[in-house]
């Protein structure tokens, strides 16, 4: 089990630009994979996209292809999300989350959550 602290987020106005960082603690970050997931109000969690353990692989949901990148620094432990073009139906709590050895865009296979970081983008 690894402990995982999002930061980041915030207001921003439609077009904008955001990173998100996530944090990973308490065990070896190179043997997890790394997701982002988000969840506005009154919808479920869903996938944004995924990064391999070595970052050599990426997997990006619809909503972000084009406009989002997940990065991973190995030697900081933590993972990023470089957010642009940002429209208002990107509002969302932002998750990130660790799933052991491989990736994948399905929610339960990810054991470890942060806390969540609010994302608002205004019209």
């Known amino acids: 089990q690894v402990q995982l602290a999002e930061s980041g987020g915030g207001l921003v106005q439609a077009g904008g630009s955001l990173t998100l960082s996530c944090t990973v603690s308490g065990g070896t970050f190179v043997n997890y994979a790394m997701a982002w997931f988000r969840q506005a109000p009154g919808n479920e969690r869903e996938f944004v996209v995924s990064?391999?353990?070595?970052?050599?692989?990426?997997d990006y949901a619809d909503s972000g292809k084009g406009r989002f990148t997940i990065s991973r620094d190995n030697v900081k432990n933590t993972v990023y999300l470089h957010m642009n073009s940002l429209k208002p139906e990107d509002t969302a709590v932002y998750y990130c989350?660790?799933?052991?050895?491989?990736?994948?865009?399905?929610?339960?296979?990810?054991?470890?959550w942060g806390q969540g970081t609010q994302v608002t983008v205004s019209s």
């Open positions: 989350a660790a799933a052991y050895y491989s990736a994948s865009r399905f929610i339960d296979r990810y054991k470890d």
């Open positions: 990064i391999s353990r070595s970052g050599a692989t990426t």
